[in-house]
Structures are given as structure tokens and as C-alpha cells.
């Protein structure tokens, strides 16, 4: 069984300031892990996907996220916030290929201030 | 422009009315999907077709129905067996292969009056 837990459902920091945003999975199967993110009435947008290439995988709008196998996570972070970074994100887990179903965890509400 | 749309953006109905959701993807992709979200939860999966006239139930199907007579379409009718149809939809669209990411529209808000 695939389940995928967000350690924090708030997280907020200042202007400036590095994210870190935490994701631990299991899964029985060699998994591809997502982060999307979601603006306020807005869809989900990828941020970046991991599929068993580089442990390190360099996203959108400058975040990045390291696959830790023997940590089973994937956490999610970026150098210096921006206030346009303030969004609802979302660690996803799925079986490669074909149609698998998408795993969603909670979400982690990020807030950045001044 | 290839990408994923929606509409309405927002959509009001009364009890007792059917009401469909449209989604169109020019991405050519050969999935497409169905996703509820209620406020402060994660996405919970309604439907999903792989190919044209094809979809199979996700995890919340009661009181909602589908079709996919084209690749590009796949609305969604929320009917009046819905108990509880107040929420965010959002639609999604993937290749079936190998990359199975999936991409999301930009979404409905339902409200029932």
C-alpha cells in the first residue's frame, strides 16, 4: 500500500528566508513522487517530478526536491522565499506508468511574510 | 497554447437540478480525470477514462456521471443524487505511459443554493 504523509500543515516564514517543506512516502513499488502547488481558487500547478533519474530534481520557480530512498522522503525546499510563494502545496505519490492512482498527502499551507 | 481548460469558473445550482462541468485538454493526452476538493483536504478521485468511450469509477462516483465520446472532452454531470455537490472540481489529463504526470485545469467552484 502507497500512503504519503506531510509532516507540516503550516508552514510560514519570512521574506528572504529558506522553505522547507516535508514529505515522507511508502510505497511497494518503485514510485514517482510529485510536489504541485495550489494558488487560492486556482488549479494544481507541477512543480517538479521525481521518476528514478537524478535524486536531486530542480523544479519551477526555484524549487528544488531530494529523493531520500532510505529516508523515504522527498521534501521540498528553496533558498529564499518570495511573498508570490504563499499557496497550498501538495506531495503526490504514484507506481510509475500507465494509469496508477495518484496518492495526495494533506497539504502544507505556506505563508511568507514581510 | 496547449493546456487544460475548465468552465464555468463558477457555477450555481439548486437542489434537485443536474448540472455539467466541462473540461478540454488540446494536449493531445490520452487520460483524463475527475477530482473532488472539499476545503482544507487533499483531492479525492471521482472518474477516470484511459480512452475514448471508456471511464472507470473512482473513489467517490455516487450521484456523478461522465462521458468521453471525444479525446479533447470529458465533462463531468454532478445529478441531484449528489448529497453533498458543494466543492472545488478539478480536472486532470495525462499520456499513458511511462510519464504518467498528470496536469490540472483550472477549476470549478459548485455551490448549491
Known amino acids: 500500500a502507497q500512503s504519503v504523509t506531510q509532516l507540516d500543515s503550516h508552514v510560514s516564514v519570512s521574506e528572504g528566508t529558506p522553505v522547507l517543506l516535508r514529505c515522507n512516502y511508502s510505497?511497494?513499488?518503485?514510485?514517482?513522487l510529485f510536489w504541485y502547488v495550489q494558488h487560492p481558487n486556482k488549479g494544481l500547478q507541477l512543480l517538479l517530478k521525481y521518476t528514478s533519474a537524478a535524486t536531486l530534481v530542480k523544479g519551477i520557480n526555484g524549487f528544488e526536491a531530494e529523493f531520500k530512498k532510505s529516508e523515504t522522503s522527498f521534501h521540498l525546499t528553496k533558498p529564499s522565499a518570495h511573498m508570490s510563494d504563499a499557496a497550498e502545496y501538495f506531495c503526490?505519490?504514484?507506481?510509475?506508468?500507465?494509469?496508477?492512482?495518484?496518492?495526495f498527502g494533506a497539504g502544507t499551507r505556506l505563508a511568507v511574510h514581510p | 497554447d496547449g493546456g487544460i481548460t475548465q468552465s464555468p469558473k463558477y457555477l450555481f445550482r439548486k437542489e434537485g437540478q443536474n448540472v455539467t462541468l466541462s473540461c478540454e485538454q488540446n494536449l493531445n493526452h490520452d487520460a483524463m480525470y475527475w477530482y473532488r476538493q472539499d476545503p482544507g483536504q487533499g483531492l479525492r478521485l471521482i472518474y477516470y477514462s484511459q480512452i475514448v468511450n471508456d471511464f472507470q469509477k473512482g473513489d467517490i462516483a455516487e450521484g456523478y456521471s461522465v462521458s468521453r465520446e471525444k479525446k479533447e472532452s470529458f465533462p463531468l454531470t454532478v445529478t441531484s443524487a449528489q448529497k453533498n455537490p458543494t466543492a472545488f472540481y478539478l480536472c486532470?489529463?495525462?499520456?499513458?505511459?511511462?510519464?504518467?504526470?498528470?496536469?490540472f485545469g483550472p477549476g470549478t467552484r459548485l455551490t448549491v443554493l
Open positions: 503526490v505519490v504514484t507506481p510509475s506508468g500507465g494509469y496508477n492512482k495518484l496518492i
Open positions: 510505497s511497494s513499488y518503485s514510485p514517482s
Open positions: 486532470a489529463s495525462s499520456r499513458w505511459d511511462s510519464d504518467n504526470t498528470q496536469y
